[in-house]
């Protein structure tokens, strides 16, 4: 069975500067997506950014990018420039492209805190 | 906003009873998911549902259940209510059941039982 952990509970940072999140995971698959999802205090999951493991680049989205590290399973996030809107619960994410198995399988979370 | 809404927005239930949640998806939408995110944790998927169909289950007991609807609106029933179903409720929606199709996630429902 897949398994994510995200082994920082709680992170903080200063505004305009950057954060890396941590994100294991645990698979004897070859072909999945990894995700990020921020979930503010509003309870609304939004997605942050995606992977796909069968591509080597690693994803960029404006202040987000991933350092994604398939032999090592590893998956961490870099918020860089960091804004106090950036402050919510970060959960990672698996999906498996196999047939049948649509669900996504999350971490824990990491708790990030904006300081001004 | 992700445009999938979710409702009530909270609700407070006894041991015993029985209590539905409802979720509306974006228009064109043919898949939902549930997820029930307890205090402290990550979400744990309970189901799906595909055109009206349940397409896969996680870990959870038969009294978890559900229905989709033509409408893009579905639900999720939950029977016989222990002190542990208290959480947070999820509905994702997705164009199809493509691992390329996004889950857009609605605010959720969160149950207490007493």
Redesign the interface.
Known sequence: AQTVTQSQPEMSVQEAETVTLSCTYDTSESDYYLFWYKQPPSRQMILVIRQEAYKQQNATENRFSVNFQKAAKSFSLKISDSQLGDAAMYFCAYRSNRAGTDKLIFGTGTRLQVFP | ??GVTQSPTHLIKTRGQQVTLRCSSQSGHN?V?W?QQAL??????IF?YYREEE??R?NFPPRFSGLQFPNYSSELNVNALELDDSA?Y?C?SSLA?R?TD???????TRLTVL
């Open positions: 906003e992700t898949t998911s997820y402290g944790q990550g979400p744990q998927f799906q397409n896969g996680g947070l999820l994702a059941k691992i996004t889950q857009y996630f609605g605010p959720g």
